[in-house]
């Protein structure tokens, strides 16, 4: 359960005068919400800008000012000095949350890491080994063994590298650091929470405060965490899975997971089909797709699973996919589409299911937070609404994407290329 952050900060330097006075303003506009971003911008126009590193004496300072905070939360004072005592500012922490993998990597170089060969095989003997425990729990929370295998495999390798950094040094650097104070400030509370209440002994985890077998963020715990082996604890740090695992699934099932049900289904498009209604906006009964032409990526017929969109995570000349709600459940773990088909298909590979058929358009290479940052920019000069200027590539973006390559008569897959970076320049 990585979270994914907004990111403030750097803009590129570099353009032209006129167009950078105005970008600076549309960008202070857009992240007017945001006074830490919006002072990172420099009078004499947009410079690099990178939010300032903290300190360990800015740390220790916030404590200091926290400590208030947490202890009308709730947290008993003594527990409070207990826990944050020694606590350490990790710059580490704040460069990773700066460059997440799911949106610097390409979708098919995320993919080769995410579903290797190596993980697909280590998944198959995870589900041997754990095939009781795994069936149990898809008896009681109706969650596929396979999907549930799945998120095991990617956020710890099948328990692996549950995360070595202590959590609550994270989520205090994360909650001073203030792109999304609040929200980490509420997780560090709920941490301390579980530190106060024993039911944690060697707290740690990966950079975002994320712990356990399933990388669960403290807030999940309280919600949703799970004592399924019955010996009174909800454990989710220990050798034994079990907890993590059936935690994973009612979390899921929370979510709204649908039994049985498949996240998504490679397909193949017709030539001459329209890209437009390449997009979860758009979600059409099956029947409607296959008048379409659309059809398995496997040959024969789309089986009818109800509605569902056509993804194209790599643009019209990538591998496409038509996705079904569980895809916006396994959205609730991480919204980069990546991850979501990351997990999905590693859960079919584990299953049995072929690799991914499509090709991917390889020689293009990923933009730079910077390059993304620029793109959206361009776009809502252009007069394409992007939804902000914070690199993430979401939804509007995608839209704004395509409605520039439409006015461009360019096949409108929402891609954001250097291609389209370089005509928008
Ligand atoms: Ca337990």
Excluded at 101 to 126: C, P
């Amino acid at each position: 359960m990585r979270v994914l952050v907004k990111l403030g900060g750097s803009v590129r330097a570099g353009l032209g005068g006129e167009v950078m006075r105005v970008f600076a303003g549309l960008l202070a506009a857009m992240l007017g919400n945001s006074p830490a971003v919006a002072q990172t911008i420099l009078p004499d126009g947009v410079q690099t800008a990178e939010a300032k590193m903290g300190t360990q004496a800015g740390l220790e300072a916030w404590v200091e000012a926290f400590r208030t905070r947490a202890l009308e939360a709730g947290i008993p004072a003594a527990s409070f000095d207990a826990a944050m005592r020694g606590v350490e500012f990790n710059p580490k922490v704040v460069e990773r949350d700066r460059s997440q993998n799911e949106f610097t990597k390409t979708v098919w170089d995320y993919l080769d890491t995410a579903v290797s060969e190596d993980r697909v095989a280590l998944g198959i003997k995870a589900l041997q080994k754990h095939q009781a425990l795994l069936e149990r729990i898809e008896a009681e929370y109706g969650v596929e063994k396979e999907i549930v295998a799945a998120v095991w495999g990617l956020e710890s390798a099948y328990g692996t590298y549950r995360g070595d950094l202590p959590v609550l040094g994270s989520l205090a650097t994360l909650a001073y650091d203030g792109r999304r104070g609040a929200f980490f400030e509420a997780e560090l509370i709920a941490a301390l929470r579980i530190v106060d209440g024993g039911h944690v002994e060697n707290f740690t985890g990966s950079w975002a405060g994320a712990s356990g077998h399933t990388q669960f963020m403290p807030s999940s715990w309280e919600k949703l965490a799970v004592d399924f082996d019955g010996d009174g604890k909800r454990n989710l740090w220990g050798d034994d899975p079990s907890d993590a695992l059936a935690s994973t699934a009612n979390y899921l099932r929370h979510w709204g997971w649908k039994t049985g049900m498949p996240w998504g289904l490679e397909v193949r498009l017709p030539e001459g089909f329209d890209y437009v209604q390449t997009t979860e906006r758009v979600v059409k009964p099956v029947a409607d797709w296959v008048a379409l032409g659309v059809r398995p990526a496997t040959g024969g017929e789309l089986p009818d699973h109800g509605p569902g969109s056509i993804l194209l995570p790599g643009g019209a000349r990538g591998a496409a996919f038509l996705i079904f709600p569980n895809f916006q459940v396994i959205e609730k773990y991480n919204t980069a589409d990546a991850y979501i088909i990351g997990i999905g298909h590693l859960a079919d590979r584990i299953k049995g299911g072929p690799p991914i058929a499509g090709t991917w358009p390889r020689e293009l290479r990923a933009l730079t937070l910077e390059e993304r940052r620029e793109l959206q920019a361009l776009l809502a000069i252009a007069g394409f609404d992007p939804g902000g200027v914070d690199g993430r590539m979401g939804p509007k973006t995608i839209a704004a994407v395509k409605a520039f390559q439409k006015a461009r008569g360019i096949i409108p897959d929402g891609y954001p290329s250097l291609e389209i970076l370089m005509l928008l320049r």
